[in-house]
């Protein structure tokens, strides 16, 4: 009787939220695990008698020490930051013309143009990794950052120009047609206008393209071998494992560090996110 | 008054076609001008390897040997005697579509719960989503860790919760690393199936549901008559989304597992890269890697005719 009473008023007080606190629960535990596994000692990690999910003894900075020192880890966050502010730039260089030409020029063949821009998205990296080696290779770039520069794009120019043409459609022809009518050259009321306009469009084509570059891995795992030149996950999952050792400590707070620009860029444009997600997916 | 609103009316449409057309005459052109640094960067970094791929399977191209020469089909001939490769085709599927079963049946729910207004619901959302945002191969390290064979934290709950009786080898009992390896999957794709799920409800005018309770239909009837229709296409298009990149997955896989225990994991993606980098010989991880794009052409074509219909 009292337990039926209370079930209805924590249905009645939060009723929206039952449903998502196991969902929460999922989503949140392995980062929860990987919070405390960076700050334990080593004893404390590999003991399992008692309840594992808070500290038995004091929290200790050796794992997040061992990272800093022992790793490249400064190197490898440094070259992930870089490469995914080059591939954002490539990127939008190269999309923001496309999708404005696909979106609002009638020329020989556009149809199959915007197609096939939808269709390239669809192949994948693993289909193409073993060729882009034996391309990058040929082009020069053995072991460099700079190949991946160079081929990230492939993935990300295609989403963030259908994304684009989207943010084009909705600004109104009429707009540019007058700036025609006062003069205006296609370069001048692309630039005046529409880029203006199109502004939130190009913040979420940018957030997308950091995020899918900064989240790669078969081409970093493929193109790059030398330990200073490797992209945060591709370092962190590989330098902190010594032969059968594995460093569960270091690997979580390297872990957890580099999860870090990608969650603050996340945090502050969430709106931009799922609006690109649900648009990329259904336009 | 009358007369000269009239004028402007007639006046202003025929001098936008006018300036259109002087815009247009310039279109051929202009519009290749245009797209053409994309174009060509896609021709060669996406066309070109393709073709490049399709060349390498039918070589007997190597990791580090400049001299490679044609074989014709002898990689293919290879492959189907390996009882490896047919393992693999078997695990790619039911990685996939095991995945994407589970990702809708536990997305589904969580769109109804997310499709209705409540305080701090942005947060919410944008905590669930955090699974999707966060590199995989630095999550999958969490999940490598919880499955531990010594020191898994998830054997600890079962065990204390009474559910088994002994710890558990996730990633190293032959059945049981495939379903370790759709658990992160799905983890990490949920979020994904729920968001496209909740665009595609809030799609659906509530004054039909409205229409559809007043005749008397329960949520079942509702959900299977009314909303099913609605939500079809959306829902359509972002499962095929999502088939693809689970059926082309390689980072997950590689880093729980590295398509062990004994290849029971493997996937296209993965043997690949342990035949054409590991051991070395590209051609025939090239040939391995181009059983994919059949898949890939049927779900392309079957997305192209929906949207043209639609």
Redesign the interface.
């Known amino acids: 009787m009292t337990w039926q009473r209370a079930w209805r008023r924590l249905r009645r007080d939060y009723g ?2 039952l ?2 606190a196991p ?2 629960f ?3 535990f ?2 929860y ?2 919070l405390i ?1 960076a700050f334990k000692r080593d004893n404390d ?2 003991n ?1 008698t008692t309840a ?1 999910f808070w500290f038995k003894e004091p929290p200790t900075l050796a794992h997040v020490k061992l990272l800093l020192e022992g790793t490249l880890f400064l190197t490898w966050l440094q070259n992930s930051l870089l490469i995914g502010v080059l591939v954002v730039i490539i990127t939008l ?3 923001l ?2 999708a ?3 979106a609002r ?4 063949g ?1 149809q199959t ?1 915007s ?3 939808f ?2 998205y ?14 990058v290779r040929g082009l020069g770039f053995t072991d460099s950052i700079w190949a991946l520069v ?2 990230y ?2 993935f990300t ?2 989403f963030c ?1 259908w994304l684009l043409m989207g943010f084009v459609r909705t600004v109104p022809r ?1 707009i540019e ?1 007058s700036a ?2 006062d003069g205006c050259t ?1 370069l001048q009321a692309f630039r005046m206008i529409i880029l203006p306009v199109i502004v939130p469009g190009i913040i979420t084509a940018g957030i997308f393209a950091f ?1 899918l570059t ?2 790669e ?2 081409y970093a ?2 193109f790059v071998s030398a330990s200073a030149n490797k992209t ?3 370092g ?2 590989t330098d902190l494992i010594r032969g059968d050792v ?1 460093y ?1 400590g270091s ?2 707070s ?2 957890l560090i ?2 870090l620009p ?2 603050v860029v ?2 502050f444009s ?1 709106d931009h ?2 609006h690109g ?2 648009a990329g ?2 336009k | 008054m009358a007369n000269g609103q009239n004028v402007g009316a007639v006046a202003v449409p025929a001098t936008r076609a006018t300036v259109r057309r002087g815009w247009a005459d310039r279109e051929g052109l202009q519009g290749f001008i245009w797209i053409a640094p994309a174009f060509l960067y896609l021709a060669f970094f996406i066309a070109y390897p393709f073709v490049m791929a399709i060349y390498l399977s039918l070589s007997s191209a190597r990791v580090g040997s400049p001299e490679y020469h044609f074989v014709g089909l002898l990689n293919y001939q290879r492959l189907f005697a390996d009882p490896t490769f047919w393992q693999t085709v078997q695990n790619s599927f039911v990685f996939t579509f095991g995945s994407e079963a589970i990702r809708l049946i536990i997305g589904l729910p969580l769109a109804f719960a997310l499709n209705r207004t409540f305080k701090g619901k942005r947060l919410v959302q944008g905590l669930i989503l955090i699974p999707f945002v966060i590199p995989i191969a630095l999550s999958s390290l969490a999940w490598k860790w919880m499955f531990d064979s010594l020191y898994s934290v998830i054997n600890w709950m079962l065990m204390r919760g009474g559910i088994i009786s002994y710890p558990w080898q996730w990633l190293g009992e032959p059945g049981l690393a495939m379903w370790s390896v759709i658990i992160m999957n799905v983890w990490r794709g949920f979020p994904f199936s729920a968001v496209i799920l909740l665009a595609a409800l809030t799609a659906v005018p509530q004054e039909i549901i409205e229409a559809a309770k007043i005749d008397g239909a329960g949520p079942l009837r509702r959900f299977h008559y009314v909303v099913v229709p609605i939500i079809r296409p959306i829902l359509f298009v972002g499962l095929l989304y999502s088939i693809v990149f689970s059926f082309t997955d390689f980072s997950a896989v590689w880093l729980l597992t590295q398509g062990g225990p004994y290849n029971t994991t493997h996937v296209f993606g993965t043997y690949a890269y342990n035949i054409g980098i590991n051991a070395g010989d590209i051609g025939q991880g090239a040939a391995i890697t181009l059983f994919i794009f059949p898949f890939l052409a049927a779900i392309v074509i079957v997305m192209l005719r929906f949207l043209r219909r639609e």
């Not at chain 1, 020029?105 to 020989?108: E, Q, S, T």
């Not at chain 1, 669809?122 to 391309?135: A, V």
Request: proline share 11%.
């Open positions: 929206p939220y449903p998502l969902y929460l999922v989503v949140l392995p980062f695990w990987m596994t990690l590999y399992l594992p260089a190269l999309a013309p496309a404005y030409a696909l020029m009638r020329f020989l556009s143009l197609t096939g821009m269709l390239s669809l192949i994948p990296p693993t289909l193409l990794f073993l060729p882009l080696s034996q391309l160079l081929v794009p492939s120019l295609p120009t009429e047609e025609q009518i296609r995020t900064y989240q891995y078969i795992l493929t945060i996950s591709y962190v999952t594995f569960w690997l979580m390297g872990a580099g999860a990608v969650a996340y945090a969430l996110f799922i997600l649900t997916a259904l």
